[in-house]
């Protein structure tokens, strides 16, 4: 192929991409594909769309931040500098463009098309040919009013937005965004690991109870009782402006419910000591199982995201910090702590609706089987089996998730896709789940494992792709 085929190549991006059977095709292009979005987990950043903010180029709104598309550069053999160093945002682009066409079979390949198909109307392959004349037409057209942050969350029909804010935030952006008549709701998350999971370090701990009192206006942080007066302060901030969700990203569950040991972690901690490993996994456990009581006294969703293992790369995370592409799937055992967790809250009737995403693909079926243990008959789908998560968000991990909640659970009261992204040119992924959920049902259709019922298999695509989130987040 020559240089010049290569540069003007059209996508494989076809109306029927992924769609395998005529029973597909119907689902999502009839059902799925014009249903609203609720994204009900991410991490954009709010005082962006407060700003309405304006990208200069592709590299700023694409690249920056973006450490799934740094880890496939680094894995091609490009320089850092290329990634998060000192590089011309061009020359950054052209590194990005260049390692692509490497990165078929890895679902940055498909996100990138649809991306430059669905925001710019781009339906050429990117490669290293292509690359300047990609940059040049979609760096212009971010300059225009129609390609403002604003502008390109209403363009993919985004209803909802949930970021993920730590306690301390004021949440001003959030407030600015309310008063501004922005139609998407932009609500936060309250995500409160810190006050947990920094008991590891004592220093840092102390610094963040500064913070946290400041935020709360409560009176310094000395004891346990204060730490919990803090964090209900905080919670009950956050649900006046709107939150309906708590997050937390942890390696798994703390189940070690020992009032006392955690009372002696905080205490050595504020002496600027290391408890011992029991102590601090106390302390991590009455924290976690006082603020999801918290959540269920406002009818909020608690979500768990498990099984990552953070910053292997001790020299880079030196370097760059967290976040940064060096965190990988973890082994860690789960289901005795759920278990012990989740029946000490439902033991009481404290137990919050609740979303659990794994992020080992070995612990689908131990945790869409968690989930059925605490369904309660008060709200369909109380216990959820979250989407496939970060490494798992690809057709394969999505195809794995649905199947094992297909088996153990029920598929009709999943509450479907979201982005988990810091970028804005991210919402194509909940077209891509659409086109999977469709294609696995369509699949069984043409198989003869399911009727060919259009009327009802649509409308349990339209719920799984919107009606589910919206009824039971309450938007």
């Known amino acids: 192929m020559t240089t010049i085929a290569a540069s003007v190549q059209k996508t494989f991006i076809s109306e029927d991409f992924l769609l395998r059977s005529e029973t597909a095709r119907i689902l999502y292009h009839d059902y799925a594909k014009e249903m609203p979005i609720i994204d009900y987990h991410c991490h954009l950043p709010p005082d962006q769309i407060a700003r309405d903010k304006q990208f200069e180029n592709l590299t700023q709104i694409w690249l920056y931040g973006d450490h799934y598309k740094w880890r496939a550069m680094r894995a091609n053999g490009i320089n850092e500098r290329f990634c998060t160093g000192d590089a011309s945002d061009w020359e950054k682009f052209e590194q990005w463009a260049a390692t692509v066409p490497y990165t078929m079979r890895n679902p940055l390949y498909h996100w990138t098309h649809l991306e430059l198909l669905r925001y710019f109307d781009i339906d050429i392959l990117l490669n290293k040919d292509s690359a300047r004349e990609i940059y040049d037409e979609c760096s212009a057209k971010l300059k225009q009013p129609d390609f403002s942050v604003k502008s390109l969350l209403n363009r993919m029909n985004v209803k909802v937005i949930c970021t993920t804010d730590d306690p301390t935030d004021t949440l001003s952006y959030h407030k600015e965004i309310g008063e501004s008549g922005f139609n998407i709701k932009v609500l936060p998350t309250f995500r409160p690991d810190k006050a947990m999971l920094l008991i590891d370090s004592p220093a840092e701990f ?15 942080i000395t004891t346990y009782e204060s730490l919990l007066a803090a964090l209900k302060n905080r919670h009950d901030f956050f649900a006046a402006m709107g939150g309906k969700l708590s997050d937390h990203g942890l390696e798994h569950i703390y189940a070690s419910f020992n009032e006392e040991a955690a009372k002696q972690a905080f205490a050595a901690a504020l002496k600027g000591e290391i408890a011992s490993f029991e102590q601090r996994t106390a302390f991590k456990s009455m924290v976690l199982f006082d603020l999801a009581k918290m959540d269920h006294e406002k009818s909020w969703t608690q979500q768990f995201h498990l099984g990552a293992l953070r910053n292997n790369n001790e020299r880079m995370l030196r370097e760059l910090g967290p976040d940064t592409g060096w965190d990988s799937i973890g082994d860690y055992s789960q289901a005795q702590a759920l278990s012990a967790f989740f029946n000490k809250l439902d033991s009481t009737n404290q137990l919050a609706k609740t979303i659990l995403y794994n992020l080992n693909p070995a612990d689908n079926e131990v945790l869409a089987t968690m989930t059925g243990n605490y369904n309660d008959g008060t709200v369909a789908g109380k216990m959820q089996f979250g989407s ?3 490494f798992l968000d ?19 009261r999943f509450v479907g896709m979201l982005t988990d992204s810091r970028s804005f040119l991210s919402y194509p ?11 696995l049902i369509g699949n069984d259709v043409e198989n003869g494992e399911l009727p060919n019922d259009i009327p009802w298999l649509g409308k349990l695509v339209e719920d799984i792709s919107y009606n589910n989130a919206r009824n039971y987040f309450g938007f």
């Open 394 to 412: 690809q057709k394969d991990g999505m195809e794995r998730q649905m199947n094992a909640l297909s088996n153990m659970g029920l598929l009709s």
């Open 388 to 390: 496939g998560w970060w």
């Open 429 to 439: 992924r909940h077209e891509y789940f659409r086109r999977i959920l469709c294609n």
């Open 206 to 220: 102390n610094q963040y109870l500064a913070k946290l009192a400041e935020a709360a206006g409560t009176g310094e």
